[in-house]
T-cell receptor, first 115, second 116 residues
């Protein structure tokens, strides 16, 4: 089964600065990748997903991620963050039908945006 | 977009009692529903996968007799925590997958369970 590593448990950043949240996955023939955001005491909201096609994926709230097969990475980026982006971010991977479409989540990265 | 609801959003119960959590897909038919558990400051851990009309598949280490899952219809799955204990206190999140959305799950808002 696929596994995901989020290298940074916490990322502090100043408002309007760029940010990158890192995600690496274990290799597989086919893989589907997701980034979710979780605000305190809430469920998960999908930011973006890679299923196939273009390796640069654009999502909501100005986020984007690039699928890099050779480096088995799917890093999340935003060119200019806002205070409201403060939240927990989870990278997730699925094998698709091979795993019954179940998701394996990384441990999460806490993004803290300060003025 | 697809909406998934959970009820209740939070519940407090006494040790030894059972608690039922409902997960509903409001505007689509969910052939598969997933139940996750999340401890404070930690990631989501998959507990079980349920397909409508069949028995749930539990992940290793999850007691199926303690966490009863029923997926009786294409829009409803329930998780019952039987004989709850304080260590069962957690945030329980469900997600649902539609037949036409092979690789995307839609998540509910979660249920905060506190066992006294």
């Amino acid at each position: 089964a696929q596994s995901v590593t989020q290298l940074d448990s916490q990322v502090p950043v100043f408002e309007e600065a760029p940010v990158e949240l890192r995600c690496n996955y274990s290799s597989s023939v086919s893989v589907y990748l997701f980034w979710y955001v979780q605000y305190p005491n809430q469920g998960l909201q999908l930011l973006l997903k890679y299923l196939s096609g273009s390796t640069l994926v654009k999502g909501i709230n100005g986020f984007e991620a690039e699928f890099n097969k050779s480096q088995t990475s799917f890093h999340l980026r935003k060119p200019s963050v806002h205070i409201s982006d403060t939240a927990e971010y989870f990278c997730a991977v699925s094998d698709g039908v091979d795993s019954g479409y179940a998701l394996n989540f990384g441990k999460g990265t806490s993004l803290l945006v300060t003025p | 977009g697809a909406v998934v609801s959970q009820h209740p959003s939070w519940v407090i119960c006494k040790s030894g009692t059972s608690v039922k959590i409902e997960c509903r897909s409001l505007d689509f038919q969910a052939t598969t529903m997933f139940w996750y558990r999340q401890f404070p400051k930690q990631s989501l851990m998959l507990m079980a996968t349920s397909n409508e009309g069949s028995k749930a598949t539990y992940e290793q280490g999850v007691e199926k007799d303690k966490f009863l899952i029923n997926h009786a219809s294409l829009t409803l799955s329930t998780l019952t925590v039987t004989s709850a204990h304080p260590e069962d206190s957690s945030f329980y999140i469900c997600s649902a997958r539609a037949e036409t959305q092979y690789n995307e799950q839609f998540f509910g808002p979660g249920t905060r369970l506190t066992v006294l």
